[in-house]
T-cell receptor, first 116, second 115 residues
Framework: EAGVAQSPRYKIIEKRQSVAFWCNPI?????LYWYQQILGQGPKLLIQ????????DSQLPKDRFSAERLKGVDSTLKIQPAKLEDSAVYLC??????????????FGEGSRLTVL | AQSVAQPEDQVNVAEGNPLTVKCTYS??????LFWYVQYPNRGLQFLLK??????LVKGSYGFEAEFNKSQTSFHLKKPSALVSDSALYFC?????????????FGRGTSLIVHP
């Protein structure tokens, strides 16, 4: 079974530029999560999708961050314009929906963003 | 809101010795608790979970965790540490916000196993 795929693995940009990260969850997983992990901290949930609907985006800085999961499969997280404090690893995770969901998440390798 | 706390930034242990990584929780109702491990430049990997039943939960790589309701703790343990166990460990709880289940993580504990 293929795992959660993320790209790119690494990205370096100047502040005020834009960046996009892509995630393809495990096949059949209805729930998709984007987390931000700043060095030395635990992952912070940015947005959670159930199929193509948003479950929670209360911690997503909506003035600069956006995310979509148009067909209920893969997802894109965009930052525009980037700030220095956006330097972090962006983790995508997925989990089965409904009664198959026993709580654990399956994570991708992450996308490391450096903003200069 | 449900939350977890990891009181130690770093735990040091000698190879072959038992290890404990601490986690306490604050939840209303029955907690769903998890442990994940993160190796350098990798995503998080699920180790084990407690939902209900036996207070001692066994997981991957020889790890186990003990759910203690009176102390609101869910400490991760291993009887004999390996150098390869050196990694970041995250405790997590399934929070409920707006009627939906939201996984919420602690800040992490760095485990260093010395040869």
């Amino acid at each position: 079974e293929a795992g959660v795929a993320q790209s790119p693995r690494y990205k370096i940009i100047e502040k005020r530029q834009s960046v996009a990260f892509w995630c393809n969850p495990i096949s059949g997983h209805a729930t998709l999560y984007w987390y931000q992990q700043i060095l030395g901290q635990g992952p912070k949930l940015l947005i959670q999708f159930q199929n193509n609907g948003v479950v929670d985006d209360s911690q997503l800085p909506k003035d600069r961050f956006s995310a979509e999961r148009l067909k209920g499969v893969d997802s894109t997280l965009k930052i525009q314009p980037a700030k220095l404090e956006d330097s972090a690893v962006y983790l995508c995770a997925s989990s089965p929906g409904g009664t198959a969901n026993t709580g654990e998440l399956f994570f991708g390798e992450g996308s490391r963003l450096t903003v200069l | 809101a449900q939350s977890v706390a990891q009181p130690e930034d770093q735990v040091n242990v000698a190879e072959g010795n038992p290890l404990t990584v601490k986690c306490t929780y604050s939840v209303s109702g029955n907690p769903y608790l998890f442990w994940y491990v993160q190796y350098p430049n990798r995503g998080l990997q699920f180790l084990l979970k407690y939902i209900t039943g036996d207070n001692l939960v066994k997981g991957s790589y020889g790890f186990e965790a003990e759910f203690n309701k009176s102390q609101t703790s869910f400490h991760l343990k291993k009887p004999s540490a390996l150098v390869s166990d050196s990694a970041l460990y995250f405790c997590a709880v399934r929070d409920i916000r707006g009627g939906s289940y939201i996984p919420t993580f602690g800040r992490g504990t760095s485990l260093i196993v010395h040869p």
